[in-house]
């Protein structure tokens, strides 16, 4: 079976380093008590030293963003949040005290000019886009949550505002995805951690992340290498330019290449499976109805045969409904 719907997008959650340095154990409490351990604040130094900003760890990106968001977002602000922005960004204004006001999709000229910050994701995770983000307001505080980015795009893999030369106030990383580990950053000006450290209730509030983790999210780190990177590149632009030889018209032009097919995607992902590929229909309420697609990932860990084998299996587009009596 060849999986291609992980975001294991270079192929570090199978790197024998990634594996041979979860070394450790729990960390028995909150880093504010506890919990603290020496690999914790090193992996802050290698996110610090790499991004060229302090950083604070959060034990997962959906818990980095509702810590970012509910701290920053007091009575009396306006934060503009793209509509097509992850649940965890969407929950992480809910649980703050500012207003929230949905923009269009990658549309930086529908943000208000009143707003205080906007967030937005540097790669989308459904429909494989990079906003415009050189487009996108200076003045307000800007958000970027580059989840499905840092590792692979940009140089140094500093994600996808690197690679269009902007430089957000407030990046949000994780670590389970291109770096094989979990756990996740937000990394930003001092006065940020500080805030984060005293009022992120989603950092203040839980048990810190066991040492393994966060030992394999530093290996992970050091690991992700232009190489790696390159590859990453190679295998999406394979895959992408069988796609579109077959006639599909992917979203986007990253390692996430959605198809989008409506209903029939359901279908059409039982049949992938048949034909040895794993990747399942996306389905509402991850995206919306009428919407449902299949989210093929690119790995550095593909072969390109594998990749040839996975667009075979997809066949040509346009019949995928008669195929499937749909
Ligand atoms: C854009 C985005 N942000 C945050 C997260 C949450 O990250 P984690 O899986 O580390 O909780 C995800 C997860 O898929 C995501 O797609």
């Not at 500080?194 to 066991?210: C, K, Q, Y």
Request: hydrophobic fraction near 45%; charged fraction near 20%.
């Amino acid at each position: 079976m060849i999986v291609a719907c992980s975001n294991d997008y270079l192929g570090l959650a199978w790197d024998p380093e990634v594996r041979a340095a979860a070394a450790g154990g729990g960390s028995g409490g909150s880093r504010l008590i506890s919990g603290a351990r020496p690999v914790h604040r090193q992996l802050e130094e290698a996110v610090g030293d790499w991004l060229g900003r302090p950083a604070l760890l959060f034990n997962s990106g959906w818990n980095a963003n509702l810590g970012v968001l509910q701290a920053l977002g007091e009575a009396q602000t306006r934060i503009a949040s793209d509509a097509l922005n992850h649940a965890s960004i969407i929950d992480g204004l809910r649980l703050s005290r500012a207003e929230r006001i949905v923009v269009p999709h990658a549309d930086p000229g529908a943000i208000p000019a009143d707003v205080d910050a906007w967030v937005v994701e540097g790669l989308f995770s459904m429909d494989g886009d990079v906003p415009p983000l050189p487009a996108y307001p200076s003045g307000p505080l800007s958000v970027v949550d580059e989840a499905h980015a840092v590792g692979c795009l940009g140089p140094g893999g500093r994600g996808a505002a690197a690679l269009l030369g902007v430089e957000p106030d407030v990046i949000v990383g994780t670590f389970g995805k291109a770096f094989g580990a979990a756990g996740a950053f937000v990394a930003g000006p001092p006065a940020l951690v500080d805030l984060l450290v005293n009022t992120a209730r989603s950092f203040v509030f839980t048990t810190a992340l066991p040492e393994p983790v966060a030992a394999m999210a530093l290996a992970g780190l050091r690991r992700a290498d232009d190489e790696l990177r390159a590859r990453l590149a190679a295998n999406t632009e394979r895959f992408r330019c069988a796609l579109l030889q077959l006639g599909w018209t992917p979203l986007g032009d990253a390692h996430i290449v959605p198809v989008v097919v409506g209903p029939s995607a359901v279908a059409l992902g039982r049949r992938l499976l048949e034909a040895g590929v794993f990747a399942p229909p996306i389905r509402w309420p991850t995206v919306a109805r009428g919407q449902e697609r299949i989210r093929f990932t690119v790995s550095a860990a593909h072969t390109p045969e594998q990749l040839d084998r996975v667009a075979e299996a997809l066949g040509p587009a346009g019949r995928e409904g008669a195929r499937h009596g749909t």
